[in-house]
Structures are given as structure tokens and as C-alpha cells.
């Protein structure tokens, strides 16, 4: 799993533990998701942080080798790594005129390409195996572009995409028991956009917070939780005819016209 350091890859990582898999949690940092997993105590499944950058292809493959020494094989990929960067985003100090290569190029990659190269390495285990599951993360941005975010709302159209291109690919190349979906989370609380959503001092909600809530017709952020449901039906057997699909957990956002 990339991207399981993140308040929503914690959460999911934990419940895949819980439910009695086998968790490898790839990280920049190991000692990090040492930590995490620590913390999470004592689990039904096993799991263990292993160190790889998703936009180094020698990396993940490096790691794929340790990660089969450990666990003899991969079942599931869950592409969770993504994320912006104020370097890519535009504010009226910054206007989209500004942005600067290197900003747009970083939030690009580590969205589209850091799901790719980790679907290569892993995926090619599967194809393989003739078995297993691709689950990716998009955003409610990858079906109606968000203001100010453009490369990470492109990056994350491109995300839904490519899980559609990618699902044909691997059913009909192949293994028909190869399946490829993506979560389309709506609006979340985390670390990256808390203080762009809620005031830092009072909580309460800032101008854009507001206008994210007035369009959520469950009148509410995302909890990580709410993630669970859809994410271990789409890692299971009760999904097993289920292939090339974005699942939105937004609360209705996705629905709501504004009238």
C-alpha cells in the first residue's frame, strides 16, 4: 500500500489489519511507518514498513523483492500516495500565470505517475499470478475541477482514466481475475487541507469550507472511516464481477447540482 502514512491510508491500513490481512505499507520515510503500525497494536493481520519513493521505478522494484521475501506474495495494490503542493497552487498573490514548472511537474507526477509505476511493478506480479486487485485513489477534483488546484485536478482526472484503461488491460491481457477500481474520495479532514478548510484557532470554517459544505448535502466532511465500506467491498469477493469503476464516498457532493 503507498500513500498509508496519510490520515486516510492510516485508516484503511488498519482495517485491512483488523480484517486479517497482511499489510506492507510503503513509505519515504521507514521509521515513520514503523511508528504507524506500531501504534496500531496488536492486529489479526501482520504488518511491516518498507522504504521506496512511488516516482523511483529501481526503488519499487527493489522493494516488491523484499516485500515477496516476507509476505511470498501480492494480492492487492492500493495506490493511496498523492498530494498538492502551494508550488501548484494559485492564490491572488499566485496567479496560474506564475506557476512554475517544477510545482506543476511535482503534483502531476507524484498523482498519475506515482500510481502508475507502482501498478507496473506490482501489477506485473499479478499478471503473473493470474489473480489479484488494483485499487486506486482519484478525488471528487477528477470529476469537477476544484479552483485553485488545476495540475492536481488534471493529475486526478487522469487517475480515472487510466483505472478504466488499466482495468480493460490487465482483464484481457492477462487475467480476467485481475481487477482494477479507484475510490473517489469527496471532502476530508486531513493534515494537508485542515487549515485551508477550518480556522486554525477557532475551528470553525473558513470561506472555502463553507461553500465545500453548502454543496455536500450530508452536511459534513468525511470522516476516515468512511472510507472502509466501499474500500473492503472493492478488495473483495463480493465485488468479484466488479471492474474499471470510480466509487465516490463524498457524501453526495458528486450529486448535488447546487439547486
Not at 1 to 25: H, P, R, S, Y
Not at 218 to 235: K, Q, T
Request: glycine share 10%; hydrophobic share 40%.
Amino acid at each position: 500500500m503507498t500513500g498509508g502514512t496519510g490520515v486516510l491510508g492510516k485508516a484503511i491500513a488498519e482495517a485491512l489489519l483488523d480484517a486479517g490481512a497482511n499489510v506492507a505499507l510503503l513509505t519515504r520515510d521507514r521509521a515513520k511507518g514503523e511508528s504507524i503500525i506500531k501504534n496500531f497494536g496488536k492486529k489479526t493481520g501482520t504488518g511491516a514498513a518498507f522504504e521506496a519513493d512511488v516516482l523511483d521505478h529501481d526503488a519499487l522494484e527493489r522493494v516488491s523483492k523484499e516485500i515477496f521475501q516476507l509476505f511470498k506474495r501480492v494480492d492487492i495494490l492500493i495506490n493511496a500516495a498523492g498530494g498538492n503542493s502551494p508550488k501548484a497552487t494559485t492564490s491572488p498573490d499566485h496567479s496560474f500565470f506564475q506557476l512554475d514548472e517544477e510545482g506543476l511537474r511535482y503534483v502531476s507526477d507524484l498523482n498519475l505517475l506515482g500510481t502508475i509505476l507502482p501498478s507496473q511493478v506490482f501489477g506485473k506480479h499479478m499478471a503473473e499470478q493470474k489473480e489479484g486487485i488494483i485499487l486506486n485513489f482519484s478525488s471528487m477534483s477528477g470529476y469537477r475541477p476544484l479552483t485553485r488546484v488545476g495540475s492536481y485536478s488534471a493529475a486526478k482526472a487522469a487517475i480515472i482514466n487510466f483505472t478504466e484503461w488499466l482495468a480493460v488491460h490487465m482483464a484481457q491481457e492477462y487475467s480476467p481475475r485481475i481487477r482494477v477500481n479507484a475510490i473517489a474520495p469527496g471532502f476530508y479532514l486531513t493534515e494537508q487541507n485542515r487549515f485551508l478548510l477550518t480556522e486554525k484557532g477557532s475551528g470553525d470554517l473558513t470561506a472555502r469550507g463553507k461553500k465545500i459544505l453548502d454543496h455536500t448535502p450530508m452536511g459534513r466532511f468525511g470522516a476516515p472511516e468512511d472510507l472502509i465500506g466501499a474500500v473492503l467491498w472493492l478488495l473483495s469477493p463480493a465485488s468479484e464481477f466488479v471492474t474499471g469503476i470510480v466509487v465516490p464516498v463524498d457524501g453526495g457532493f458528486s450529486a448535488y447540482s447546487g439547486v
